[in-house]
């Protein structure tokens, strides 16, 4: 993405924030009184507000510096979700047997990180694009592979295997990761009513997720 600036936004901030997933879904109602329900979207799509998580005038100043910087919704940045970060649940530390990414084949070195949500034919399936730098371990088959026997694009989540460590056929190749939401602003003005601020009404700064 070359719209886009590799930070993260201040996590204290986003740590206080509001948001999670969206989807949109088409529901038309028959005269039978059955519905046919369609869904638009692929992907879901997460929504955020920051304004909840600013509590004191410097935490604005640094939002309204980042916005700034970010030159409103032009560049995309990072973004920290505090529900959903890791590749395991979040009290849980991230292990290389967490996510299956792919199966080997002989000749293949390259997989795409990525995270079920549910399990089986039902379960939902999202390409993890923004993973933290030095964050990612990758398993062959339950076995942990060394640091030298792989390397992980922290701008895009493709996993690649150096030479000399393709994976088998048909071995499972999983991994475990901590990962951030490529996002931008989803507004090109932040409005703030200094006494209202302060007297306790929270502005409303819209963060909305940019899809792979």
Not at 4 to 25: C, I, K, L, S, Y
Not at 173 to 197: K, M, N, Q
Request: charged fraction near 25%.
């Amino acid at each position: 993405m070359t719209d886009f600036h590799d930070v993260r936004f201040p996590t204290d901030v986003a740590r206080g924030a509001r948001g999670g997933p969206e989807r949109q879904t088409q529901v038309v109602t028959l005269a039978s009184g059955r519905e046919v329900r369609n869904s638009r979207w692929v992907h879901s799509r997460r929504r955020y507000d920051a304004g909840l998580g600013v509590r004191s005038l410097d935490a604005l100043a640094l939002v309204v510096s980042f916005f700034e910087e970010r030159r409103g919704r032009l560049y995309g940045f990072r973004w920290r979700d505090q529900l959903d970060w890791k590749s395991t649940m979040p009290s849980q530390v991230p292990a290389a047997t967490d996510q299956l990414i792919g199966t080997g084949d002989g000749v293949r070195v390259e997989f795409q990180l990525s995270k079920h949500y549910g399990a089986g034919a039902t379960a939902y399936l999202r390409t993890i694009a923004k993973p933290q730098a030095g964050s990612v371990l990758v398993a062959v088959d339950g076995v942990q592979q060394p640091s030298d026997a792989f390397s992980c694009d922290a701008a895009t989540g493709l996993v690649s295997f150096a030479a000399g460590h393709v994976p088998p056929p048909g071995a499972a190749i999983t991994a475990g990761f901590v990962f951030d939401v490529p996002v931008r602003f989803d507004t090109d003005a932040i409005e703030v009513d200094l006494s209202a601020f302060e007297a306790g009404e929270i502005p409303r700064i819209p963060v909305v997720e940019i899809l792979p």
